[in-house]
Nanobody
Framework: QVQLVESGGGLVQAGGSLRLSCAAS????????MGWFRQAPGKEREFVAA??????VYKDSVKGRFTISRDNAKNTVYLQMNSLKPEDTADYYC????????????????????WGQGTQVTVSS
C-alpha cells in the first residue's frame, strides 16, 4: 500500500487560490489513477478530480477552476484551485491506486485503494 501525505491547505479569501500537493511513498504509481475528494462538515465525502495517464475528470462545479496534475518523477499529484468559493470549504483527501481502466470510474471512492489523512481548506466570504 502506498503512503500519501497531503499539504497546501489553509485559509483563503473567496476568489483566491491554493495548490494542494500529495506526496506518495512506498512504491511508484505512475500507471494507476489518482484523485482528490473532499468532505465538508456534516456532509458525505465527494469526488473532486481524478487523473490517469493523460486523462482527467472533474466534478462539474470545479471545472474551469481546479486543475489536477501529476509529476511521476516526484511521485506527487497536485490540485491547483483557483477562484475559490466558500462552498469549496472542506477537508481535502488524496487518493491513489484507482485500478479501473476508465478514468470515469475513478470518480467513485471505493475504487481507490489508498488514502491520505487530509488537509483542511477554508474559504472565507
Amino acid at each position: 500500500q502506498v503512503q500519501l501525505v497531503e499539504s497546501g491547505g489553509g485559509l483563503v479569501q473567496a476568489g483566491g487560490s491554493l495548490r494542494l500537493s500529495c506526496a506518495a511513498s512506498g512504491r511508484t504509481f505512475s500507471s494507476y489513477g489518482m484523485g482528490w475528494f473532499r468532505q465538508a462538515p456534516g456532509k458525505e465525502r465527494e469526488f473532486v478530480a481524478a487523473i490517469r495517464g493523460g486523462s482527467t475528470v472533474y466534478k462539474d462545479s470545479v471545472k474551469g477552476r481546479f486543475t489536477i496534475s501529476r509529476d511521476n518523477a516526484k511521485n506527487t499529484v497536485y490540485l491547483q484551485m483557483n477562484s475559490l468559493k466558500p462552498e469549496d470549504t472542506a477537508d481535502y483527501y488524496c487518493a491513489a491506486d484507482c485500478l479501473r481502466p476508465l478514468i470515469t470510474l475513478c470518480r467513485s471512492a471505493p475504487n481507490f485503494g489508498s488514502w491520505g489523512q487530509g488537509t483542511q481548506v477554508t474559504v472565507s466570504s
